[in-house]
């Protein structure tokens, strides 16, 4: 059965670091667009970032880039999302998804059931 399993999260104080991670199985990984998306408490799906299958295209929302960096083993089957330079307004809950297509950032993120598999999330807090 095909799953996408996030671990990483975790409290930080602003200005710190974690690093995410998606392991997939069950879906041959390297046909897949990965996706971070997140949702702070009380808001909607907002994009964070997405790469290619080889791992040599990626789009970042305009207020994570130069802080975060997507990156992906195809080997290990698993994308990271490196966060630095964390704010408050970081403060949600990560998801990974996993598409075929491309879902272009600038669009509205789509509802969980659109894509061909969702993760079910990791917790950041980011206190000021």
């Known amino acids: 059965q095909a799953q996408l399993v996030e671990r990483g999260g975790g409290s930080v104080q602003a200005g710190g670091s974690l690093r995410l991670s998606c392991a997939a199985s069950g879906f041959t990984f390297t046909n897949y667009w990965m996706y971070w998306v997140r949702q702070a408490p009380g808001k909607g799906f907002e994009w964070v970032s997405n790469?290619?299958?080889?791992?040599?295209?990626?789009y970042y929302v305009d207020s994570v880039k130069g802080r975060f960096t997507i990156s992906r083993d195809n080997a290990k089957n698993t994308v990271y999302l490196q966060m630095n330079s964390l704010k408050p307004e970081d403060t949600a809950m990560y998801f990974c998804?996993?598409?075929?297509?491309?879902?272009?950032?600038?669009?509205?993120?789509?509802?969980?059931?659109?894509?061909?598999?969702w993760g079910q999330g990791t917790q950041v807090n980011v206190s000021s």
């Open positions: 998804a996993a598409d075929e297509g491309m879902w272009s950032l600038r669009s509205q993120v789509p509802a969980p059931a659109k894509f061909n598999y």
């Open positions: 790469i290619n299958g080889g791992g040599t295209t990626t």
